[in-house]
Every structure is written in C-alpha cells, then in structure tokens.
C-alpha cells in the first residue's frame, strides 16, 4: 500500500480514534506547508517541506506526524518527523507506517513506540504541564 493509502487506512482513523479532529478544538491539518523551499541560484526554488499531519488544539500547533507507507520500516520517517518540529519548533513529533506509531519528545530526547496517538487533552498536557514527567 502506498503512503496516500496508509494515511487514509491506518492513520487517520486512528487519529479519529484518539479524538482528533471529533473533540472540539481540534484540528488535523493535512499536508501543511513548512517552508516554500530555499530559493536557488537563478531565482528558482528547491522543493518545499510539506508536513503529513499537524496537530492543532485550542488553535495552537502541538505536534507533526510523518507518514509512510506500511511497507516501509516506522523508522523510515523519524529523521524527517524530528526536521519538520524543529523547524517549526514543537515538543513533539511522531512517525508512523499505520501499523506502528513512533514518538518524539524533542525538548527531553525521550522517544519510543507507542500503541495509539494521544488525545488532544493529553497531547496538550503534555505539552504544557508535564514537560519534566514527559513518558512515552
């Protein structure tokens, strides 16, 4: 399966699952322009960094999702996850192949498989209240 198919299969109802997009606040942002692209000699620019996924809550960016296809390995997508949060400086990030979900704590280093996406309250709290008690 391709990773248009992975989204549509295994991602996004597993995002749907966890809340977003169905709590209130919510928001998946699908295919969420980074950077135009670095302008070349010539006037021309090189390809933009386009984001899978972006979470939003409460109208604030929480995290970037990486996705590929369910053929490749997870970590196939987690040197790409962690360049687009640093870029747009967010504490977490996660890859995922739809079978498995990797996740990203920038701020501590902490990373690991997870079994599900967390809710946006939980992302959120995270986010903002446990930075120090951050788990995986």
Excluded: H
Aim: aromatic residues 10%; hydrophobic residues 35%.
């Amino acid at each position: 399966m391709n990773e248009s198919e992975t989204r549509a299969e295994y991602i996004d109802p597993k995002l749907k699952v966890s809340g977003w997009g169905v709590i209130a606040d919510s928001k998946i942002l699908r295919e969420y322009p980074i950077t135009a692209g670095k302008i070349q000699t010539g006037g021309g620019r090189a390809k933009p960094l386009i984001a899978d996924y972006v979470l939003v809550y409460r109208g604030r960016k929480l995290a970037v999702i990486e996705a590929k296809s369910d053929e490749l390995e997870v970590g196939e997508g987690v040197a790409q996850s962690k360049n687009y949060a640093e870029k747009m400086n967010l504490d977490t990030t996660f890859a995922s192949n739809g079978k498995e979900i990797y996740q990203i704590c920038m701020k501590t280093g902490k990373e690991g498989l997870i079994a599900a996406f967390p809710s946006p309250d939980e992302l959120w709290n995270k986010t903002f209240f446990e930075q120090n008690n951050w788990l995986v």
